[in-house]
Structure formats: C-alpha cells, structure tokens
Nanobody
C-alpha cells in the first residue's frame, strides 16, 4: 500500500507564493513511480496541473500554470513539491498529489492523497 500526504496549503494574496509538499510512504512505494499534482475547484472537475518522471528529468505542466508553477521531487525523501508563484484567485482549489506505477497510461494514477486547500484572495 502507498500513502500520499500533502501539506503546505493555505490562504495567500494574489501574486503571492506557496510551496506544496507530498510525502510518499508505504511498503510498495517506489521512486520509479511518476508523480503529479491535480486540483479541483468548487463546482468543477478535477484537473491536471503538473507531472514529473521518476528521475525528475521530465516535467510537464498545464498551460494555465506554465511559467508560474514548478514541480520537482527529492527521491531521497520520497517527496514531490509544487512551487506556486504569482498565484491568482483562479488557482483556488484543493490540490491533490498522485502517484503512477511504471508503464501506466498517461494520466492513469494508482494512488492519491487527501488533498490540501489553497485559497488565493484578490
């Protein structure tokens, strides 16, 4: 089993920054898993934000956050991060961390965290 625990959310003013963390644990967790962040705003479907390969070399972010958000990981700590800069009110959402086993189809994730709330005030 794999557990993912997010932290770092909170209330911030527009233009501010936050760094989210996702700590992975569990007997079956492997650093070979790719990791990602998703978010879900009130009344909306969950949407993809960014992903990172197991070695951290390959990253991809959705257009709405490119240039503002950066995903990274520290495999020595089994932790993935999402640095969020220049935050906008439309970034307000619950942010979820997800892990995918090697060989999964794109956007197919096996494990999910409970989420952390990010609220951006105008």
């Amino acid at each position: 089993q794999v557990q993912l625990v997010e932290s770092g959310g909170g209330l911030v003013q527009a233009g501010g920054s936050l760094r989210l963390s996702c700590a992975a644990s569990g007997r079956t967790f492997s650093t070979y898993y790719s990791m990602a962040w998703f978010r879900q705003a009130p009344g909306k479907e969950r949407e993809f934000v960014a992903r990172i390969s197991w070695i951290g070399r390959d990253t991809y972010a959705t257009n709405s956050v490119k240039g503002r958000f950066t995903i990274s990981r520290d495999n020595t700590k089994n932790t993935v991060y999402l640095q969020m800069n220049s935050l906008k009110p439309e970034d307000t959402a619950v942010y979820y961390c997800a892990a995918a086993k090697p060989g999964n189809a794109l956007y197919e994730y096996n494990y999910w965290g409970q989420g952390t709330q990010v609220t951006v005030s105008s």
